[in-house]
């Protein structure tokens, strides 16, 4: 996607920073992934004020060596890649930025007059979480799940407010202001808090009728936690399934000019070197390559 680049120093850094099947590439993928759990519990720890009162110096020092590490990191990916600007420009690019640019900020502002702008800058520190998701494939499949699966999520999401929406104004009708239902909406907070399963219990029938629409809501709650369940599952299998007929064609396809490997059955050309690809191999049913 960046582009690899021509061979020397910048090509070694590519392997280790960007390839993670070399030994190289596992180590600089693991201990960054270390650095970035230790950074998320200095945040966490440091908004413990006995903690922070009594290791402040600590703190400090341990998030400004980590800050150091990931602008190293951030620069070297920008040196390597042969289109910085993109990296720069892209998801996992501008979450490495916002992950060092918090504790940069705080520096330039004044302490005196901007305490809470200082507390929440510290507080985007924890963006850093999602620098993991480039280290996990499993992130990636998810979110192709969660986006496949997007329109039918929506559908069940519809039905859901329209079953919140009948019963909480039933219950408004049943229980009334007298029992806490003092309006429509605020039967509607209780009808979600009682389909969610969550049950805060700061509103809570009275009559008869009141427990048994209660009781059906409890238990339809348990059917619609399921439902969304079913359909991400279903969708992660699909895209498991997909990735692994997808991973036979790629690693079968090597570029015969700087013979780089795992390219798009789809593919035409290089991604690297930009030549032309030979066609997919024929499958063991005697079928030819895929049309391109």
């Given at each position: 996607?960046y582009?690899?680049?021509?061979a020397g120093?910048?090509?070694?850094?590519y392997?280790i920073?960007?390839?993670?099947?070399?030994?190289?590439?596992?180590?600089?993928?693991?201990?960054?992934?270390?650095?970035?759990?230790?950074?998320?519990?200095?945040?966490?720890?440091?908004?413990?004020p006995?903690?922070?009162a009594?290791?402040?110096?600590?703190?400090?020092?341990?998030e400004w060596?980590?800050t150091?590490?990931?602008?190293?990191?951030?620069?070297?990916?920008?040196?390597?890649?042969?289109?910085?600007i993109?990296?720069?420009?892209?998801?996992?690019g501008i979450?490495?930025?916002?992950?060092v640019?918090?504790?940069?900020f705080s520096l330039?502002?004044?302490?005196?007059?901007?305490?809470?702008?200082?507390?929440?800058?510290?507080?985007?520190?924890?963006?850093?979480?999602?620098k993991?998701?480039?280290?996990?494939?499993?992130?990636t499949?998810?979110?192709?799940?969660?986006v496949?699966?997007?329109?039918k999520?929506?559908?069940?999401?519809?039905?859901?407010?329209m079953?919140?929406l009948?019963?909480?104004?039933?219950?408004?009708?049943?229980?009334?202001?007298?029992?806490?239902?003092?309006?429509?909406?605020?039967?509607?907070?209780?009808?979600?808090?009682?389909?969610?399963?969550?049950?805060?219990?700061?509103?809570?029938?009275?009559?008869?009728?009141?427990?048994?629409?209660a009781?059906?809501?409890?238990?339809?709650?348990?059917?619609?936690l399921?439902v969304?369940?079913?359909?991400?599952t279903?969708?992660?299998?699909?895209?498991?399934?997909?990735l692994?007929?997808?991973?036979?064609?790629?690693?079968?396809?090597?570029?015969?000019?700087?013979?780089?490997?795992?390219?798009?059955?789809?593919?035409?050309?290089?991604?690297?070197?930009?030549?032309?690809?030979p066609?997919v191999?024929?499958g063991?049913?005697g079928?030819?390559?895929?049309?391109?």
């Amino acid at each position: 996607m960046y582009g690899k680049p021509p061979a020397g120093w910048r090509r070694r850094l590519y392997n280790i920073i960007f390839e993670a099947d070399t030994k190289s590439g596992r180590t600089f993928d693991i201990a960054l992934v270390c650095a970035i759990v230790v950074s998320i519990t200095v945040v966490v720890l440091d908004s413990v004020p006995a903690i922070n009162a009594r290791h402040n110096l600590r703190m400090n020092a341990l998030e400004w060596g980590i800050t150091l590490l990931f602008t190293a990191e951030y620069i070297a990916r920008l040196l390597c890649v042969r289109h910085p600007i993109r990296y720069a420009t892209s998801f996992f690019g501008i979450i490495d930025l916002v992950s060092v640019l918090p504790t940069y900020f705080s520096l330039f502002v004044p302490e005196a007059a901007a305490l809470l702008d200082i507390r929440i800058l510290r507080l985007l520190r924890v963006f850093r979480i999602f620098k993991l998701t480039l280290y996990i494939n499993e992130y990636t499949m998810l979110g192709a799940a969660l986006v496949a699966s997007g329109r039918k999520i929506l559908v069940f999401l519809s039905v859901v407010l329209m079953a919140v929406l009948i019963l909480g104004t039933v219950m408004y009708v049943v229980e009334g202001p007298q029992h806490g239902y003092t309006s429509i909406p605020m039967a509607m907070y209780w009808a979600i808090v009682t389909m969610t399963t969550v049950g805060y219990g700061d509103i809570t029938p009275q009559t008869g009728l009141g427990k048994l629409i209660a009781s059906f809501m409890m238990l339809l709650g348990w059917g619609i936690l399921a439902v969304p369940t079913g359909i991400v599952t279903a969708e992660m299998a699909a895209q498991r399934f997909n990735l692994r007929g997808a991973a036979r064609q790629s690693s079968k396809r090597a570029c015969d000019a700087c013979h780089t490997k795992g390219h798009e059955p789809k593919a035409r050309f290089c991604k690297d070197c930009g030549a032309e690809l030979p066609p997919v191999p024929a499958g063991p049913g005697g079928k030819g390559a895929l049309k391109t």
